[in-house]
């Protein structure tokens, strides 16, 4: 039987029995509509969020530290690791090799006063702080009412805080800092020189526009300030080997005032961030070594370094490659960006193989069906099958016929069943950019992190996955019919009719 007579053959049984056609292929359709929406909701759905994870400065941020022993993962730590700080010279060794890397800067805390207009001009922040603490000290060393000496401390430090503003902050790249505030940003967009400073506008509970009488934002921008450092970084000997139980030593505290004047070159508006925000303030590396050497006049703060360190890169196109160079080296490496998208993809992983066992059902339901169908068919196709013996065919022509009309049911349903995945997809996609357009609350929340919307994903190999599914499982349906249509003889089918 040549194929041309097959397809002559199907083609006039799919003419003549459409309907039933159609609802053979329903259990199909719905399995594959139901494997392919979630598969492509959830492709959608993690490609939006990875990219909108890749598009924040922390995909761009890659925390790094040497150990002892020269683990490059957190997953090679068994025990408890010893660590080797890190100095300026080395770090700077990491920004020349890597052409990646545009920043290094060790992870660090810095605290520091800012006198305010209304202290006196003589003051000395530092020196007050240490008096206040002394009587304090004396006060409880003396005993007497605890309320009373509550109240004394209560009362100290919001005299303090009226003329001197205490701040902390964070070291960063600039880069980092800037990216992750220029929405927000007003000034200049470089990196500030030596006696310049970004500086916060509200920061937090601090309120410090409003201690220094600014009423905007941008009215800092170029106001001068002094700050005074309070307390000094803690860095490590170089090469010294660290256990971790060694970096819980406190910050060195400043026992000498030195009034250092500083102009705002920009101020991040974070006006909206409530009394629990943070210092977001920008100073230079080099006055994380002042308050170093004013705290420890006697070690020179070059021969010194840290643990933790942050590596800041040109492009998230670049993270997997940088980690890897990083690692290479024998550099112990954690990247956030990374592990958020593995657990992301994970999830959804997760959520859409389980989804797909509901397809999964509705497929192995659909085998009955057309089991049934395939049967009823060769039923009531006896004498078409008892004459196309007669004039030649053989058993398996007459296989290969109802071989091919089970696998014509599982592409009628994959069609249905992809072509009805891509509308509700896109229907849910154009009902989410809606839901966002008509909230401003969650549209500026999303587009803060930069997303918007999501396009339902449908890639090659989900296609052509959901179509060998379908086939798989139609063929497997149509053998059995199809080995009862062969088997039938012509004379007795002949006879019969």
Do not use: H
Request: proline share 3%.
């Amino acid at each position: 039987m040549t194929f041309s007579s097959l397809l002559l053959v199907l083609k006039r049984q799919f003419t003549q029995k459409w309907g039933r056609f159609l609802l053979a292929s329903g259990g199909i359709m719905i399995g594959i509509w139901a494997i392919t929406l979630t598969t492509s909701l959830s492709l959608g759905v993690s490609d939006a969020i990875i990219d909108a994870i890749n598009s924040q400065p922390i995909a761009r941020e890659i925390s790094i530290s040497v150990t002892e022993s020269g683990q490059t993962s957190y997953d090679q730590i068994n025990e408890t690791p010893k660590f080797i700080p890190l100095s300026e010279g080395d770090l700077q060794e990491i920004v020349d090799k890597y052409p990646e890397v545009l920043e290094v800067s060790p992870v660090s805390r810095l605290n520091f006063f800012v006198q305010t207009p209304a202290a006196d001009k003589n003051i000395k922040c530092v020196e007050k702080n240490l008096e206040m603490q002394a009587q304090l000290a004396s006060q409880a060393q003396a005993g007497g009412d605890v309320q009373v000496s509550t109240a004394n401390m209560e009362s100290g430090a919001e005299s303090l805080s009226k003329d001197c503003l205490n701040i902390n902050v964070s070291s960063n790249t600039f880069k980092r800092f800037y990216e992750s505030n220029r929405t927000n940003w007003y000034g200049k967009q470089e990196e500030p020189a030596k006696n310049e400073v970004v500086a916060c506008f509200k920061c937090g509970s601090t309120q410090f526009g409003e201690a220094l009488g600014v009423e905007k934002p941008e009215d800092l921008v170029g106001k001068k300030i002094t700050i005074e450092l309070q307390r000094a970084p803690e860095l490590y000997e170089g090469g010294k080997v660290l256990d971790v139980l060694d970096f819980n030593t406190p910050d060195t505290e400043i026992k000498e005032s030195k009034d250092i004047e500083l102009t705002i070159s920009a101020v991040v508006d974070d006006t909206d961030a409530g009394i629990f925000g943070s210092n977001n303030f920008y100073v230079g590396y080099n006055y994380f070594q002042d308050a170093f050497k004013l705290a420890n006049p006697d070690l020179n703060p070059s021969n010194y370094g840290t643990v933790q360190n942050t590596v800041f890169i040109d492009s998230y196109q670049n993270l997997d490659a940088v980690v890897d160079d990083l690692r290479n080296d024998k550099f112990l490496t954690l990247s956030i960006a990374q592990e958020i998208i593995k657990g992301v993809s994970t999830g959804f992983l997760v959520l859409s193989a389980a989804l797909s066992m509901l397809g999964f059902i509705a497929l192995v339901a659909s085998v009955f069906g057309i089991i049934n169908v395939m049967t009823i068919s060769v039923l009531e196709r006896q004498k078409e099958i008892g004459v196309l013996k007669s004039l030649g065919a053989r058993d398996g022509d007459i296989f290969r016929i109802f071989l091919f009309e089970s696998s014509l049911l599982g592409i009628i349903g994959w069609l249905l069943g992809i072509s009805l995945a891509a509308a509700i997809g896109n229907l849910l996609s154009f009902i989410f950019v809606q839901v966002i357009e008509n909230d401003p609350g969650i549209r500026a929340n999303l587009e803060s992190i930069n997303l918007s919307s999501f396009t339902p994903s449908f890639p090659w190999w989900l296609l052509l996955g959901s179509l060998a599914i379908s086939l798989v499982f139609t063929v497997l349906s149509g053998v059995f019919p199809a080995i009862k249509a062969s088997k039938q003889n012509p004379v007795d089918v002949l006879r019969s009719e």
